[in-house]
């Protein structure tokens, strides 16, 4: 496994819990946004989306580019795009705006265009997640990840879901899920050589 492969299943999560931290101490006063903290914790998730894509396409490669691995890495792919126009708009409304409830009415307003909600903030989130789920169960069907990783990614998903003050928590889900893959690579290069077609 590259040590960039390595960096990405590393770093994904990293800059998600990031995010979520971020999130916790910006609403310590009841009000999220806009501000520098609103507008740092959208950036590290938004370069952490890119950290995601790269490691979708690495467990990919992984589980040899089959149906499954292929479907999940399609399905968090396009996860990623949904997310980057939803935390993009987040960022950009905060820019612009003077107070929370401007920044809002500008999120709304965006929305409110056909076919927005639906593909970037409710379609879109959980095909991040339906994508990482197919891509550990394949592993873990191929014995490169453990059996509980998929559990944990099930996990991760439903607390940011439900409780989105939980996300810090979803993110070290997300890291112990596929700690056997980006703390030494061995895994995973195993796992690579063992797809490769033999002369």
Sequence with gaps: MTTTAQRSLLFGPLLFGAYGVIRLLDGLDGIRGP????????????????????????????????????????????????????????????????????????????????????????????????????LTGRLAALRTLAPWAPVLVLAAALLTFAFMDLIPLGAVLLLLACSPLWRTGASLAAAVSSSRPRA
Excluded: N
């Design 35 to 134: 501000g520098l903290a609103w507008t740092t914790g959208h950036l590290c998730f938004l370069v952490g989306l890119f950290f995601f894509a790269q490691g979708f396409a690495a467990m990919r490669k992984a589980a040899g580019s089959d149906l499954w691995s292929s479907a999940g890495c399609w399905a968090g792919g396009a996860g990623v795009v949904a997310l980057a126009v939803q935390f993009s708009v987040d960022i950009t409304t905060g820019l612009m705006a003077d107070s929370h409830t401007e920044m809002a009415g500008l999120t709304r307003a965006f929305q409110s265009v056909p076919g927005v909600a639906f593909a970037f903030y409710l379609v879109g989130p959980l095909l991040f997640f339906v994508g990482q789920l197919l």
